[in-house]
């Protein structure tokens, strides 16, 4: 047998769980509840719809969605008839949603128009290159979905995709530039799956809270929790206080979050009178995590903290558990943890070469999970894949032990009066500081010094911050280089979709018109 038909396509693996499991709910909360034969069948049921919409293997499909079941499946449906998803960013500018359909080719969009009705007539009117809008619900412009899958009637679900099919095109956060898209084929991305299985600390019965967009790194744990018979409950956007009810309500035992997300949680006074004795796992990452909201996070929601490192190109990449979250020792708090078993680490200098133990190097990975290579980015493919190693752009040292941790993306490197300073490290200082709930550190131009290093904090509720004493802070941990020339206190501080500090929309003020390229 031809090597092209060897081995398992995402769709595939999903349809298998949803045999293997029947009756019981896959899932919940937002969007309905529904079986995994249920769910299997509704797969079919939109396979020929698209199918009769002229849907062949080979072709593209964007997805415009909230966290909800039949979106997901929709997507399901697509990939296992062939096509190649793109999952559309909900909290995404219409220009940049515009650019993915046309850079990415896209041939068929699927609106959820309870939500995105507006954004999706948007997209449907300014993007020619479009064969067909697919609607979940009644919209002028698109043909709807589940009206015609009800109309469809009972189909037997087809599986025409491919090991070696393009299954994702995922676009960059773009905060260093232009999004662009990292291509991943259904190999890559059922080891993907495996690894998340392998290395990530599951529960034993997994209810996953599905409150982080599923778009992105939210739904790269919906597998794996199939895969174990568990449920997915869907959060509609990000309401604290819900998410609270719904842990105790739901038994929730597993959910991801950003770092911002933790600490609005351990803000809000609902928290200590929460029930959340079913939560096993609380996964984060997408952006550094302060060591003493960490810390505060162990003492009053539990030892349940697993933090993932990874990047759209390679995922997931290092993992730091639960037993690496001791807030007795809290040496690996700083850390974003220890290689997953399927991927080789190893931190290269400028030169390509594997620097000394305990020295700086960028990240770079091997390994099944990573993409092929950017879409129609030769160029950029060659250099972030350069010598065979996937070049993730973020600088670390390695203990003896192997573990890892980042001192700031390479892009984000202040040069001030000749030093290098991470910004990171900084960041990690400020936030020491029980009044502050937020910081972020950019380089600005300075006459003297070339660039200076200025921290941008946001003081907790109620709190005030005294941004001498912050300057003194980061002085006696690290010395007068990485001290702040100026702290500006603020009431927020912008983030990308994914929920990182935008340090580009930082930096821009002042350095626009200054000749530094401000991504």
């Known amino acids: ?89 909900p909290l995404g500018a219409f220009e940049d949603q515009q650019f993915i359909l046309e850079d990415g080719e896209i041939d068929y969009l699927l609106v959820d128009t309870e939500n995105y009705l507006a954004r999706g007539g948007e997209l449907a009117a300014g993007t020619d290159r479009l064969r067909q809008v697919f609607t979940l619900g009644a919209a002028e ?115 991801l979050m950003v770092p911002t997300m933790v600490g609005i949680l351990l803000d809000h006074p609902k928290l200590d009178s929460a029930d959340l004795s079913s939560l096993g796992l609380l996964i984060y990452g997408a952006a550094p995590m302060s060591p003493t909201r960490l810390l505060e996070g162990l003492e009053r929601i539990g030892p349940v903290f697993c933090q993932l490192y990874g990047q759209t190109e390679g995922y997931p990449l290092t993992v730091l558990r639960r037993g690496d979250h001791n807030k007795d020792d809290p040496e690996l708090f700083a850390a974003c943890g220890h290689p997953c078993a399927s991927v080789r680490i190893g931190l290269l200098n400028e030169d390509n070469q594997l620097v000394p133990a305990g020295e700086v190097g960028e990240i770079c990975a091997q390994g099944p999970q990573l993409m092929d290579g950017y879409w129609q980015r030769p160029e950029q493919t060659a250099e972030t894949m350069a010598h065979g190693w996937l070049h993730t752009g973020d600088m670390a ?58 921290a941008v904090v946001v003081p907790r509720q109620g709190a005030k911050v005294d941004p001498d004493a912050l300057i003194q802070r980061v002085r006696a941990a690290k010395g007068a280089v990485h001290a702040p020339k100026s702290v500006d206190v603020r009431d927020d501080i912008p983030l990308t979709p994914l929920g990182k500090p935008d340090k580009k929309a930082l930096r821009e003020p002042y350095w626009a018109g200054r000749g530094r390229r401000v991504g």
């Open 141 to 255: 412009y698109g043909l709807d979905l589940r009206a015609a899958a009800v109309a469809a009637g009972a189909v037997s679900p087809a599986l025409l995709a491919r090991p070696d099919d393009e299954a994702w095109l995922s676009y960059t956060g773009g905060t260093t530039g232009r999004s662009k898209g990292a291509m991943r084929r259904h190999h890559s991305y059922v080891a993907m799956v495996g690894a998340v299985l392998a290395d990530f600390e599951w529960p034993q019965d997994i209810v996953y809270l599905a409150v982080a967009p599923i778009s992105h790194v939210g739904g790269t744990k919906i597998p794996p929790t199939l895969l174990r018979g568990g449920r997915v409950h869907f959060q509609h956007g990000f309401d604290p206080g819900a998410v609270l009810d719904a842990i105790g309500a739901e038994r929730v035992s597993a959910v």
């Open 397 to 454: 040292w390695a203990d003896d032990r192997g573990y890892l941790y980042i001192v700031d993306r390479k892009k984000d490197m202040i040069i001030t009066g000749g030093f290098n300073v991470f910004p990171r490290e900084v960041e990690d200082i400020l936030t020491t500081d029980r009044n502050v709930a937020m910081a972020a550190v950019i380089g600005v131009p300075d006459d003297k010094w070339g660039e200076a290093v200025k």
């Open 1 to 89: 047998m031809s090597d092209l038909y060897q081995g398992l396509t995402s769709a595939a693996l999903m349809m298998r769980a949803m045999a293997r499991w029947g009756d019981r709910v896959a899932f919940s909360g937002y969007g309905g509840s529904f079986t995994y034969a249920q769910s299997l069948e509704l797969i079919g049921r939109y396979q020929a719809v698209m199918q009769a919409s002229g849907v062949v293997r080979g072709q593209r499909i964007a997805l415009l969605n909230a966290n909800r079941a039949e979106a997901w499946l929709a997507g399901v449906a697509a990939q296992a008839l062939g096509l190649c998803m793109t999952a559309l960013h």
